[in-house]
């Protein structure tokens, strides 16, 4: 099982080779994170416009994930310090108690045609849905490839939201994101709907609120795996929870309790090759679907089982096929990692970090405070900056948290004593 035991200490070549050992990586994989040869340039300025060059950003591994059963490692890329740390501390935590569990609700995108000047309303939705079998097939026509693959339209339904009549079309795309697969759908049906309506089409588009692909990940954490010390373990548990709910009431808590679930979900789905902003905007367009911005994730206490159950549901639309997936050496090595899951399976694996960071925040934010860790990898930032060699890194670091407050200017001094000394 690849669960890495060491792996935070070894070097980034002694981690190829631990992959490399595991299995988890052939030889040629191997050769593109040490070689660094990641997106070529010729295939980068096919991709967008105006390139001048590429990117770089740390790739890295979260270790110790127990998914459904499955030992997984996960790749992120991310240039935030503690988050893969922190990633790796609450799977380690979790995986002693049974790991993380996931259920994919559905599969599929929706898009819409939005109407406009349609005269009578009822009389225009009666007529789109009596035609309905007949929308379906004509969607299904116009991308006949996904339906050999066994996906396609799958569902349509028309809602009055004042000013425009709307279409909505809902379609499995199976392995892809499926928003080429929607659009060229939608625009296939234009005319017909127009016609059946009497309106005006005034946008045919997918929709980045995937409620038909949520996906739900959950975990039970025993009280001892918080604390050592029974009545802290209660303590703990009741605070997390206690934190949960200030996320569920106040939007202004709920925006950061948001962001520190998305820095693994956004590290993950980068590395995959998928769409960080699309899945983004999807979740917390589904995060305010109430009304008021609410936090994703709910943590429950149980004293009398002795137990902290966690879970999370957010619209999790990401694909193994498509886009630059296949064009990105880097991006076919994350697949690779995680053992060439579904779409459904990454939707799951996505979920559980997603579930994994916001335990590790919630359990700094009630215990410690997240400050003295965060101020560790602020005087890191500033040795680097200072110019500190790797070797001197470690002294500068502990002579700049004994100097408070710090800057760049104190750490630019004390290198240069620590270089005389």
Same mark, same amino acid.
């Given at each position: 099982?690849?669960?890495?035991?060491?792996? +935070?200490?070894?070097?980034?070549?002694?981690?190829?080779?631990? *992959?490399?050992?595991?299995? =988890?990586?052939?030889?040629?994989?191997?050769?593109?994170?040490?070689? &660094?040869?990641?997106?070529?340039?010729?295939?980068?300025? &096919?991709?967008?416009?105006?390139?001048? @060059?590429?990117?770089?950003?740390?790739?890295?591994?979260?270790?110790?994930?127990?998914?459904?059963?499955?030992?997984?490692?996960?790749?992120?890329?991310?240039?935030?310090?503690? #988050?893969?740390?922190?990633? @790796?501390?609450?799977?380690?935590? !979790?995986?002693?108690?049974?790991?993380?569990?996931?259920?994919?609700?559905?599969?599929?995108?929706?898009?819409?045609?939005?109407?406009?000047?349609?005269?009578? $309303?009822?009389?225009?939705?009666?007529?789109?849905?009596?035609?309905?079998?007949? =929308?379906?097939?004509? +969607?299904?026509?116009?991308?006949?490839?996904?339906?050999?693959?066994?996906?396609?339209?799958?569902?349509?339904? $028309?809602?009055?939201?004042?000013?425009?009549?709307?279409?909505?079309?809902?379609?499995?795309?199976?392995?892809?994101?499926?928003?080429?697969?929607?659009?060229?759908?939608?625009?296939?049906?234009?005319?017909?709907?127009?016609?059946?309506?009497?309106?005006?089409? *005034?946008?045919?588009?997918?929709?980045?609120?995937?409620?038909?692909?949520?996906?739900? %990940?959950?975990?039970?954490?025993?009280?001892? #795996?918080?604390?050592?010390?029974?009545?802290?373990?209660?303590?703990?548990?009741?605070?997390?929870?206690?934190?949960?709910?200030?996320?569920?009431?106040?939007?202004?808590?709920?925006?950061?309790?948001?962001?520190?679930?998305?820095?693994?979900?956004?590290?993950?789905?980068?590395?995959?090759?998928?769409?960080?902003?699309? !899945?983004?905007?999807?979740?917390?367009?589904?995060?305010?679907?109430? /009304?008021?911005?609410? /936090?994703?994730?709910?943590?429950?206490?149980?004293?009398?089982?002795?137990?902290?159950? /966690?879970?999370?549901? *957010?619209?999790?639309?990401?694909?193994?096929?498509?886009?630059?997936?296949?064009?990105?050496?880097?991006? &076919?090595?994350?697949?690779?990692?995680?053992?060439?899951?579904?779409?459904?399976?990454?939707?799951?694996?996505?979920?559980?970090?997603?579930?994994? &960071?916001?335990?590790?925040?919630?359990?700094?934010?009630?215990?410690?405070?997240?400050?003295?860790?965060?101020?560790?990898?602020? %005087?890191? @930032?500033?040795? =680097?900056?200072?110019?500190?060699?790797?070797?001197?890194?470690?002294?500068? #670091?502990?002579?700049?948290?004994?100097?408070?407050?710090?800057?760049?200017?104190? %750490?630019?001094? =004390?290198?240069?004593?620590?270089?005389? @000394?």
């Amino acid at each position: 099982m690849a669960r890495l035991p060491g792996f +935070a200490k070894l070097s980034p070549t002694e981690r190829i080779e631990a *992959l490399l050992k595991e299995g =988890l990586l052939t030889w040629d994989e191997a050769q593109i994170l040490k070689e &660094q040869k990641g997106l070529p340039l010729s295939i980068a300025d &096919q991709l967008t416009e105006n390139v001048l @060059s590429t990117f770089d950003l740390p790739f890295s591994l979260a270790p110790y994930f127990l998914i459904n059963g499955r030992d997984y490692v996960l790749p992120m890329v991310t240039e935030e310090p503690s #988050v893969v740390a922190a990633a @790796s501390f609450a799977a380690k935590l !979790i995986q002693r108690s049974g790991g993380f569990t996931t259920q994919v609700h559905q599969r599929q995108m929706i898009g819409e045609i939005a109407l406009t000047d349609v005269e009578d $309303v009822e009389v225009a939705s009666k007529r789109i849905l009596e035609d309905k079998e007949t =929308l379906l097939q004509l +969607a299904n026509e116009a991308y006949p490839s996904i339906v050999k693959r066994g996906g396609g339209a799958r569902d349509l339904w $028309v809602e009055n939201k004042g000013d425009f009549l709307i279409v909505y079309l809902a379609v499995d795309p199976k392995e892809a994101m499926g928003a080429n697969m929607l659009n060229t759908m939608l625009e296939a049906l234009t005319d017909r709907i127009q016609k059946l309506s009497g309106g005006q089409a *005034l946008m045919a588009i997918l929709s980045n609120l995937a409620t038909r692909s949520l996906v739900s %990940a959950r975990c039970a954490i025993d009280f001892k #795996v918080l604390s050592r010390n029974p009545e802290e373990a209660i303590e703990i548990a009741h605070r997390m929870e206690l934190a949960s709910q200030l996320a569920q009431v106040d939007p202004y808590r709920a925006a950061t309790h948001n962001k520190g679930i998305f820095n693994g979900i956004d590290a993950l789905v980068l590395a995959t090759g998928n769409d960080w902003r699309a !899945i983004e905007a999807g979740a917390h367009a589904y995060a305010a679907q109430s /009304g008021s911005y609410k /936090g994703l994730s709910h943590w429950t206490s149980q004293p009398k089982e002795k137990k902290l159950y /966690g879970e999370i549901t *957010l619209p999790m639309p990401v694909a193994t096929k498509g886009g630059s997936i296949g064009l990105n050496p880097t991006v &076919q090595v994350s697949h690779r990692l995680l053992g060439e899951p579904s779409a459904i399976e990454l939707a799951g694996i996505i979920a559980s970090l997603g579930l994994a &960071q916001n335990f590790a925040a919630l359990k700094a934010l009630v215990t410690t405070g997240i400050q003295a860790g965060h101020m560790k990898l602020q %005087a890191r @930032s500033l040795a =680097l900056l200072a110019g500190a060699k790797e070797e001197e890194v470690p002294r500068l #670091v502990s002579q700049l948290l004994e100097n408070k407050p710090f800057n760049l200017e104190k %750490a630019q001094t =004390l290198l240069q004593e620590l270089r005389k @000394s």
